[in-house]
C-alpha cells in the first residue's frame, strides 16, 4: 500500500511517501520551490517523492494530511471571542485566507492534487487527515529504535495543543495528557525571537546560538511576570504581554516595558541585552523541559523518550535532557517541525487507521534521513554542462584522496552527494565542509560563504566510532540534535584577560584544539557519520584522519543565508560560484574555483532570498 503524507499551508510544506509501512522518500517543498519555508501546497516535493518511488499520483491509495483544518479553525473563533474586541483587526486580516483556502481544505487539496496527477477528483486516492500533534507523534515514534516509549510533542500550536504526551507501545500511540493554547513554549521562545530582532518561525535557532554570549539576568522577571512554572514542567503563560493570540505581532507594550525597550529592529547591531535575554530565555526552555521530561518518565515508567515538534530542535535542550534527564536513551525525529508532520500522518494512516504492525530498527527507520532526490552522473553532467563548468571526473578513492588532501590544507568545499536530507540540517548531503583545526575557518565560512551573522557557530561531523574521543558523548547523534561538551582535554584555557570579555568579545577566543566548531561555552552540536548510513561521507573523514590524526570536520548547510539548502547540482554550481567556496563536489565530478569561467560579480542574486 502506498500512502503519501502531506503538511502545508502554516510553514514548511514537506511531502512523505510510505510504502507498506516502509519510508520511501520525504522532502520540503522549500528545496524545489528555491522559497525558504516554503508553505504553499508541496508540488514538488510530491512530484520528487513519487520519482523516488517508481510510481505515479494515480498508483497512491491514500493521501493523508497532517492536521484537522475545522478544529484549528474552531480554536482560531474561540480565541478571537474569547479576546474580543481585542484583535479584530488580526481577525479581518485571517478570515478572507480562511474562508478562500483553509476552510474547505478538502476542496483545496482534491483541486490541487487532481491538477499534479492529471486526473479526474473522483479518480483521487482516498484523503485522511490526522491530527497535528498526532503526526508529531508518529513521526517522532514509529521511526525510532525503541519498542515502547515516552513521547513528549512541543511546538507553537497545533489545532488546540502545544504540548503532548503520548506513550507509544508497539504500533500504538496513545495520548496521555496535553497543554492546549494560548499557552505555548513554542510561542514564548518565539516570542523573544521576535523580540530580539530575529524571524519567527525561522531565527529561533539564531537565538539558541547566542544564548552562550549572554548572562541569565532576565530569568527571575521571565519565572515571575511571564510563566508559572510548576514543579512538574506545566505552565501558563501570562497573556497581558503576548499579542499573538489576537495581534500581528508576537509581544505588546508591557512586554516592551518589562524589558525597557522596544524589540530590537532586524538588521541593526546585537548589544549585551539582547544577548543576555537570549541566554536567560534558553535556561528556562531547557528547565521547562527538563521538568517535564521527569514527570512523564514517572508517569508512564518508560526506559526511553522520543520528541517531535519545533521546540525538540533545540539541541541544547536535547543534550541536557540526555545528560541530565532520567531516560536511558532519547530519539529526535530529524525533522522535527511542521515538515516531518507529512511523514507522521502517512505513518498514522498505517499503523493507527489500518492497525499495521511495526518492525524496529535496532539504528532507526529513518535511513540517515537521506530520503531526498539523488542524481546520476549523466543527469549531473548535462547540468554542470549548461553552466559551463570546468570538472574532472574520478573514481571514489581518488576522490577520498584528493579530498583528504584539500581539507588539510584548509580549503572549503561544497560537498554533494547521495540523496538529499529530511530536515533543516545538512548531514553530510548537501554540506559545505572544512577544517574543525583552523582558527579563521568559523569567520571565513561565516562572511565570505554563508554571508551570515558572524556569532553563528558550526556544527562538527565526527566518525561515529571516534565521537567519545572529542565530545561528552557516548552514543550515536547522527542528526546533529544534540549539543554535548568538548572533551576537557582538548579545551584552550582561557586567560585571566580574555575571562573578562563580555559579549561578542568572546567569538575569536579559540576555545579549543578544534576551535572552529567549539562555541563559547565549550559546547558543539555533534553529528555521528556512519558507515552504514553514510559510506561517502565516512570515507571522506577517514581519508582526512589519516592526514592530520584528527576524525573531525566541520559542517554546515550548503546554501548562503536565506537560501533553502541546495538541491540540484545547478542549485550547487551556482551557489559555489557566488561565494567564496575553494573546491565542488557533485558525486564524482570535482571542480576547482580557479578553473571556472568567468561568474559575473553581481551581488543582486542576494536579493532572490530573505534573510531569515
Same mark, same amino acid.
Given at each position: 500500500m502506498n500512502i503519501l503524507g502531506i503538511s502545508a499551508y502554516y510553514h514548511d510544506s514537506a511531502a512523505a511517501l510510505v510504502r507498506d509501512g516502509n519510508i520511501i522518500a520525504a522532502a520540503q517543498e522549500e528545496r524545489f520551490s528555491r522559497k525558504k519555508h516554503d508553505a504553499r501546497f508541496p508540488e514538488g516535493a510530491i512530484s520528487s517523492c513519487l520519482e523516488q518511488g517508481g510510481i505515479e499520483l494515480r498508483d497512491i491509495d491514500e493521501v493523508v494530511f497532517y492536521d484537522k483544518p475545522l478544529v484549528k479553525f474552531e480554536r482560531l473563533l474561540e480565541t478571537y471571542l474569547t479576546y474580543a474586541p481585542r484583535?479584530? @483587526?488580526?481577525?479581518?486580516?485571517?478570515?478572507?485566507?480562511?474562508? #478562500?483556502?483553509?476552510?474547505?481544505? #478538502?476542496?483545496?487539496?482534491? @483541486?490541487?492534487?487532481?491538477?499534479?496527477?492529471?486526473? #479526474?477528483?473522483?479518480?483521487?486516492?482516498?484523503?485522511?487527515?490526522?491530527?497535528?500533534?498526532?503526526?508529531?507523534? !508518529?513521526? !517522532?515514534?514509529?521511526?525510532?529504535?525503541?519498542?515502547?516509549? !515516552?513521547?513528549?510533542?512541543?511546538?507553537?500550536?497545533?489545532?488546540?495543543?502545544?504540548?503532548?504526551?503520548?506513550?507509544?507501545?508497539?504500533?500504538?500511540?496513545? +495520548?496521555?495528557?496535553?497543554?492546549?493554547?494560548?499557552?505555548?513554549?513554542?510561542?514564548?521562545?518565539?516570542a523573544f525571537t521576535y523580540y530580539t530582532g530575529f524571524r519567527v518561525n525561522s531565527g529561533e535557532y539564531k537565538l539558541m546560538g547566542l544564548a552562550p554570549y549572554g548572562e541569565p539576568e532576565y530569568v527571575d522577571l521571565i519565572l515571575d511576570k511571564l510563566i508559572d512554572l510548576k514543579e512538574d514542567g506545566t505552565f501558563r503563560l501570562n497573556m497581558k504581554y503576548f499579542n499573538y493570540a489576537t495581534g500581528l505581532t508576537m509581544t505588546n507594550k508591557r512586554f516592551a516595558n518589562l524589558f525597557g525597550a522596544p524589540a530590537r529592529t532586524p538588521e541593526t547591531q546585537l548589544a549585551q541585552k539582547e544577548m543576555d535575554i537570549a541566554r536567560s530565555i534558553q535556561a528556562v526552555t531547557e528547565e521547562v523541559v527538563l521538568r517535564l521530561a521527569r514527570t512523564v518518565h514517572r508517569e508512564l515508567q518508560a526506559d526511553h523518550l522520543c520528541l517531535a515538534g519545533g521546540v525538540a530542535l533545540n539541541c541544547v535542550a536535547n543534550g541536557r535532557i540526555l545528560r541530565e534527564g532520567p531516560f536511558e536513551d532519547i530519539w529526535i525525529q530529524p525533522a522535527a517541525g511542521d515538515a516531518g508532520g507529512a511523514l507522521g500522518a502517512a505513518l498514522v494512516a498505517w499503523h493507527d487507521y489500518h492497525d499495521e504492525p511495526r518492525t524496529v530498527n535496532s539504528h532507526d527507520s529513518m535511513e540517515g534521513s537521506y530520503l531526498g532526490p539523488r542524481f546520476q552522473d549523466n543527469t549531473i553532467k548535462s547540468q554542470l554542462d549548461q553552466m559551463n563548468a570546468v570538472y574532472e571526473q574520478l573514481d571514489d578513492s581518488g576522490m577520498e584522496d584528493r579530498l583528504g588532501d584539500i581539507l588539510a590544507d584548509e580549503k572549503v568545499v561544497g560537498w554533494f552527494q547521495g540523496r538529499m536530507e529530511f530536515g533543516p540540517r545538512s548531514l553530510g548531503g548537501r554540506s559545505i565542509i572544512g577544517d574543525p583545526r583552523s582558527a579563521k575557518m568559523q569567520s571565513v565560512m561565516n562572511l565570505k560563504i554563508k554571508? @551570515?551573522?558572524?556569532?553563528?557557530?558550526?556544527? +562538527?561531523?565526527?566518525?561515529?566510532?571516534?565521537? !567519545?574521543?572529542?565530545?561528552?558523548?557516548?552514543?550515536?547523534?547522527?542528526?546533529?540534535?544534540?549539543?554535548? +561538551?568538548?572533551?576537557?582535554?582538548?579545551?584552550?584555557?582561557?586567560?585571566?584577560?580574555?575571562?573578562?570579555?563580555?559579549?561578542?568579545?568572546?567569538?575569536?577566543?579559540?576555545?579549543?584544539?578544534?576551535?572552529?566548531i567549539t562555541h563559547v561555552d565549550y559546547s558543539a552540536r555533534v553529528q555521528t557519520v556512519h558507515k552504514e548510513t553514510n559510506p561517502r561521507f565516512h570515507a571522506v573523514l577517514e581519508s582526512f584522519k589519516q592526514r592530520t590524526g584528527c576524525s573531525v570536520l566541520v559542517n554546515t548547510s550548503f546554501n548562503v543565508r536565506g537560501e533553502p539548502i541546495v538541491c540540484t547540482p545547478e542549485d550547487a554550481y551556482r551557489c559555489f560560484m557566488r561565494t567564496e567556496m575553494d573546491y565542488l563536489v557533485v558525486e564524482n565530478f570535482i571542480m576547482a574555483k580557479g578553473d571556472q569561467p568567468a561568474w559575473e560579480k553581481d551581488d543582486s542574486w542576494k536579493d532572490e532570498f530573505e534573510l531569515d
Open positions: 484583535g479584530f @483587526r488580526s481577525f479581518i486580516a485571517a478570515m478572507p485566507v480562511w474562508l #478562500k483556502e483553509k476552510l474547505y481544505l #478538502k476542496t483545496t487539496l482534491k @483541486r490541487e492534487l487532481a491538477a499534479l496527477g492529471g486526473m #479526474k477528483e473522483k479518480e483521487l486516492p482516498k484523503l485522511l487527515f490526522a491530527e497535528h500533534h498526532q503526526s508529531h507523534a !508518529a513521526s !517522532a515514534f514509529y521511526p525510532s529504535p525503541f519498542e515502547r516509549a !515516552a513521547v513528549m510533542c512541543l511546538d507553537g500550536v497545533g489545532e488546540w495543543a502545544t504540548t503532548s504526551v503520548w506513550l507509544g507501545d508497539g504500533h500504538k500511540l496513545t +495520548p496521555q495528557w496535553e497543554i492546549d493554547f494560548p499557552h505555548s513554549l513554542g510561542m514564548l521562545y518565539s554571508y @551570515r551573522e558572524s556569532f553563528r557557530p558550526f556544527a +562538527p561531523a565526527v566518525l561515529a566510532e571516534d565521537v !567519545a574521543e572529542y565530545f561528552e558523548q557516548d552514543r550515536p547523534s547522527p542528526y546533529m540534535l544534540i549539543v554535548a +561538551p568538548v572533551k576537557e582535554n582538548l579545551r584552550t584555557p582561557m586567560t585571566a584577560e580574555q575571562q573578562q570579555l563580555f559579549g561578542i568579545e568572546k567569538l575569536n577566543v579559540p576555545r579549543s584544539t578544534i576551535p572552529a
